[in-house]
């Protein structure tokens, strides 16, 4: 291994630990870093500017939300794991968007070698993610007023409970409380219902 | 009895350890010995887990989002502060410079370029199929109109390509002496004898495009002509004979008939399809021409390519027609002008007061002689008409 990638992996620990911190501006950083690599990869592959974006947006959240958890075993640089996380999610979007199977894509090979990155199981522990978060959303939609936005401001926004009490014009915390865990339980039922049975 | 919400606000407070010490580990030896409140708590823990998790994925896409934005608007301004994270030794990428219209032409080029390589050979090909097309179109129906054949003998052709081979031959032989090139006519044809002083006839065709012309007897003598006039409609030209050494014909032994000849008529004409003078026989099959042109009758003599402009006589020795043209597709039509069309444009040549005037014949010497008898006399009077360009 030459220098210039031992620094490179260097460098990418002390990003990694930055971002693992909640360093906005380290996150920012390496968001500008690889934009042009994968733009230029999916506008080569016939996308848009667009297209790149979503891929690239999606391709930087796997990244990110390993990194918070603190689970991402990197076996290459950071370039190379984005690149091979962006490269699957485009090939998988051209394939059902174009109907064709065996898509070939225009590789470029400053990126070394982009297979056995781990990138793929990591994937596909982000489809399995994406699909609970998917049933999630639904059935939130499916519970109804006052339930979601109850439900919403207490987990998904981090609002306090004397904040939705006031918010949804209960009489104290308690019956706000209460509300909640009824709500809770329908949500389980719809949650369940259709999760399991995918 | 305890309801699944109940329950619910049992873990929540267990979740964050708001519960007493007893009630706690109450919790927890139940849990560890039920498992329906154990799956329930699973459960619980599950939802709420996916939920939290949930809002998390929405606050990082926001996030994302945002970065996006911040990063497309910094590189708006090439001039932004080029931030580094505390301690990071990263520098921005460089970015390729393009204007925003050579961004739009590299993404359509880039996501169309097979599309519009396949429209392209689709094109092309669409282009040659239809040219092709046209032109096979166009032979096949061209091919009627070129099938009536004029009869002048393109002599040229074939004269110049054996002068080439001679040429090689010479040069292979080594000879040095250079041949110097012999002017030689294009096309050649046959003309008769109009009066006794010099005027002949031919066809129009024969002399078309002619700036000498050059008429050789049956005995190679050879007189300069030139062009009297000249009738393409009914293919129709006079010539006279422009030498000064030129001596006046014999009188002529045939006479040109005014009306019109029988079907059926014996007919035959002597030409120069080749070196020497040709006889042809047939019948007057048709009195009228090809596409039913009435100026010409259709007569069913063999002739080739050098016979136009040769005479047509009946078995009486009339002239009555100018060999013309023949039709390729059908079999033995030939064509030949009315020699009463020869007669009108002679009479209306003589109001002209022409240098010198036409006398035509007048008796006929050739009337019950036999044919061999009659083309003796006739041969005279039929000449080569050879044609410079």
Known sequence: ???????????????????????????SQLYRLHWPMVSHFVLQNSGTEDDARDVYQEGVMVFYEKVREGSLELSCQIKTYLYAVCRRLWLKRLTTKSRLHGVRLLDDDDYG??????????????????????????????????????????????????????EHGYTNADTAKTQKYKCLTRLKKLFFASYKEV | MQTEADYYALFEAYQRGELAAGARADLEARLSTDPRLHQRYAEFEELTGTLRAYGERRRTRQMLGGLHEAMLAAD????????????????????????????????FWNGHRATMGVAASVAVLAVFCTLLGLDLWRATTAAPASSLRELRGEVARITRRTDALTRKVNNVAGTTDAVAPVRVNKYSGTGFALTADGYLVTSAHVIKGADSLLVESRDHRRYHAETVYTDRKHDLAILRIKDRNFKPFNRLPYTFKAGQA??????????????????????????????????FYQVSIPLNPGNSGGPLLDGQGNLIGVVSSRQDDVLGAAFATKSSYLVHLVDSLKNKQPLQPYHLPRTNQLAGAARPQQLKRLQDFVFVVKVYE
């Open chain 1, 1 to 27: 291994m030459n220098m210039d990638s031992t620094t490179a992996l260097a460098a990418d620990a002390q990003l990694i630990r930055a971002i693992q911190s909640g360093d906005e501006r380290a996150l």
């Open chain 1, 113 to 166: 070698p982009y297979l056995n990155t781990g990138a793929e199981d990591d994937l596909h522990e982000a489809e399995e993610r994406d699909r609970r978060f998917a049933t999630m959303s639904e059935a939130l939609t499916h519970l109804g007023e006052p339930c979601r936005s109850l439900l919403e401001g207490f987990y998904l926004l981090d609002k306090s409970m004397q904040d939705l009490t006031a």
């Open chain 2, 76 to 107: 708006e301004a090439p001039a932004a502060e080029e931030k580094q994270a505390d301690g990071l030794s990263y520098s921005v990428n460089p970015r390729l410079s393009i204007s925003r219209t050579e961004r739009r032409l590299r993404e």
């Open chain 2, 262 to 295: 029988d079907l059926g008529e014996r007919v035959y004409t002597l030409g120069y399809p080749r070196e020497d003078a040709v006889y042809g026989e047939g019948a007057l099959s048709a009195r009228s021409g090809y596409d039913g042109d009435t100026a």
